[in-house]
């Protein structure tokens, strides 16, 4: 698994297909290489043919939320009838995706696999094969947001520029409502976008 150069960071997606059309539109336009989702892709099953249709020509890279996991296992068990490609991205998904020192999850209040809050207070380490990352995207809470081990960052003006001696949480917004952010990893420049 690689995240490329430049990624879309979607979270929270919810079925909305011609959102997440838009959105793609978009990042195909800024040079995307990769899509990151972050959880919630789909609510409901009549809407995973869509959603995968839209992202079959993407590299996609991510994490489900309970709806997903729900959904993929239910095909598995030929529930629910679903495209073969459907199924292949659906069962492409994990729980938490740690690439490059990047964590990607869907219910993260934490930062990637340790907690730093955690190590000044004496906790144990985490085991030698976990990936420690600096940078956690996450999704879930619907809301747009970015804080590093200081505190909230101002991301009022669409653009945070990450520090490399930083840690940083960050939640794109929810695609549900035309949010999700562009993450230039060359420059280290994330820009939230809307559509």
């Keep these: ?39 919630d892709l789909i609510d409901r099953t009549e809407q995973a043919d869509a959603c995968a249709r839209a992202l079959a020509d993407w590299h996609v890279v991510g994490v489900y939320g309970n709806h997903e996991r729900e959904i993929a296992l239910a095909a598995a068990r030929q529930e629910v009838d679903l ?52 940078i956690t995207f996450a999704g879930h809470t619907h809301y747009r947001s970015a804080r590093n081990e200081r505190g909230t960052i101002d991301i009022a003006r669409g653009r945070l520029t990450l520090d490399p001696r930083r840690r940083y949480l960050i939640n794109p917004g929810a695609l549900a409502i035309g949010q999700f952010a562009i993450w230039d990893r060359t420059t280290q420049i994330i820009e939230f976008r809307q559509v």
């Design 1 to 39: 698994m690689n995240l490329g150069a430049v990624v879309g960071l979607f979270a929270d997606v919810h079925g909305a297909h011609r959102t997440l059309s838009q959105a793609l539109k978009e990042c195909r336009a800024e040079g995307v290489a990769t899509i990151a989702l972050l959880g």
């Design 83 to 134: 495209r073969d490609e459907t199924i292949r991205l659906l069962s492409d998904l994990r729980k938490r995706v740690v690439i490059e020192g990047v964590c990607l999850t869907h219910e993260g209040d934490e930062w990637g696999q340790v907690n730093p809050l955690l190590r000044v207070l004496g906790a144990p380490e985490t085991p030698a094969d976990d990936t420690d990352a600096r």
